[in-house]
């Protein structure tokens, strides 16, 4: 976990430049079995102008070992909500996942409690995690 916000730390810092860029470090629990699917921290870094993100988490770290950029969905004074997709993962049986998509809420109007779920393409269920945000600069 140290290793991944250090290295996340790192690669925002070649990103950011700007003192109103924002970095969530969103703390996670899955709301059920999450077969490890979702991350227990997430690292979102939003740039100074509101219109690109980077995201990390333990899996993004382990399919392409630095951040990937995030699709901003929605990014207003109370919410931020962004997609990724994490591809090429193994299971714990061998399985490889082609594609897993990614949806992470920020409700900034409630204290930074933040939502993901998780969808594997090709499959009718989902996972999902609640937590919080802690904002740094």
């Known amino acids: 976990m140290k290793n991944l916000i250090t290295t996340c730390a790192f690669a925002i810092g070649l990103f950011s430049g700007s003192v109103n860029a924002e970095t969530y470090i969103c703390k996670m629990k899955p709301d059920a079995h999450d077969y490890g699917w979702i991350s227990k921290i997430i690292v979102v870094h939003v740039n100074e102008t509101g219109d690109k993100v980077l995201v990390n988490d333990a899996l993004v770290q382990e399919a392409y070992d630095k951040p990937i950029p995030a699709t901003i969905v929605v990014n207003r004074e109370k919410r931020l909500t962004i997609k990724w997709e994490v ?38 269920w989902d996972l999902g995690g609640s937590g919080k945000c802690r904002v740094g600069k």
């Open 87 to 124: 591809d090429g993962l193994e299971t714990v049986r061998g399985v490889t996942m082609n594609r897993f998509m990614y949806r992470l809420t920020i409700l900034k109007a409630r204290g930074n409690k933040a939502i993901v779920k998780a969808n594997p393409a090709g499959y009718i």
